[in-house]
């Protein structure tokens, strides 16, 4: 979640700026070794194990694992009729993964003859995220996405000023504020509920999962007759990592007007930016970020 996402030095609009021209292509491709094992189990029964496994990273997406062919158990899977050519990495195969209870349609791919940009990905798989069970990185569950280990996250408290808006409405008016600072994202204000009007708030069913962060349930809010959906969101039983930002209200800075100390916040640019006219969140498009803020 950090060089080639976000806002990371690698990803297509990054924060920073080098001291000269990095020559790089549009998509830049990192394959990085990934020093823990890794495991991946369907139906209790695991199909790859692996101290071999590669991380990419990759403009714009998530890190996903891959591993050496001789690390799978190349026995489960069926060749699929999928195929899909990706410019940056070339023809990706399709596999059906068939495990003790069911198949799994299209679960992983390969690039057998990869562009020569990207040839080291010539003898490795990568699992779809979700067509897998458990996930494990030593013997340590895995939810959400693989971690990415140029990603760090930092909670500091801040008596600033904070205030939030919507419409010129005011929600929350704070100076306990806790603000988490995650690797290549935005810095986001957590609120104690207290200092919010929750009087707006409406339950959301909508969930999201972060690996370092732990599952998010979501509010709209509603202000006059309009409902702003999946605009706020806590973490009740946090990851280690936003313990301390356990229970407290935290809002799309994207999508409201943050102020602090007085000062208006410019709105961010990130994948969860909406139109004023595009409200639904949806559960779908929660998920399909895999939960990270």
């Known amino acids: 979640m950090s ?74 899977l069926e060749p699929s009729d999928t195929s899909v050519e990706v410019a940056s990495k070339g023809v990706a195969s ?22 020569e940009a990207a040839g080291f990905l010539a003898g490795h798989l990568a699992f779809d995220w979700t067509a897998i069970d458990e996930w494990f990185t030593e013997d340590e569950l895995v939810l959400g996405h693989p971690r990415d280990p140029y990603s760090r996250i930092e909670v500091l408290r801040s008596t600033r000023h904070v205030r939030v808006l919507l419409e010129g409405e005011l929600l929350a008016d704070t100076r306990r504020a806790k603000i988490l600072y995650e690797t290549a994202l935005p810095p986001r204000f957590y609120i104690p509920a207290a200092d919010v009007r929750t009087e707006r708030l409406v339950p959301s069913p909508n ?15 509603r202000v006059g ?47 969860w930016s909406r139109a004023a006219d595009q409200e639904h969140a949806g559960a779908s498009a929660l998920q399909g970020l895999m939960g990270s803020r």
């Open 3 to 76: 060089l080639t996402f976000g806002t990371g030095p690698l990803a297509p609009r990054p924060a920073g700026v080098f001291n000269g021209s990095l020559g790089l292509p549009e998509t830049v491709l990192f394959f990085d070794p990934y020093l823990p094992r890794v495991r991946a189990l369907l139906d209790g029964e695991t199909v790859a194990d692996s101290l071999a496994t590669k991380l990419l990273h990759e403009s714009g997406r998530l890190p996903v694992f891959y591993f050496p062919l001789g690390d799978v158990r190349t026995d489960l």
């Open 207 to 221: 969930r999201s999962r972060c690996a370092y962060k732990g599952s998010a349930s979501y509010w709209h809010v």
């Open 94 to 115: 399709y596999r059906t993964l068939r495990g003790r209870k069911r198949a799994v349609t299209d679960a992983a791919w390969v690039f057998e003859s990869p562009v």
């Open 225 to 271: 007759d309009r409902l702003a959906e999946d605009l706020v969101w806590t973490y009740r039983n946090p990851a280690h990592d936003a313990l301390p930002v356990a229970d407290m209200l935290c809002f799309f800075n994207e999508r409201v007007d943050l102020e602090v100390d007085g000062e208006r916040a410019e709105r961010p640019r990130t994948q």
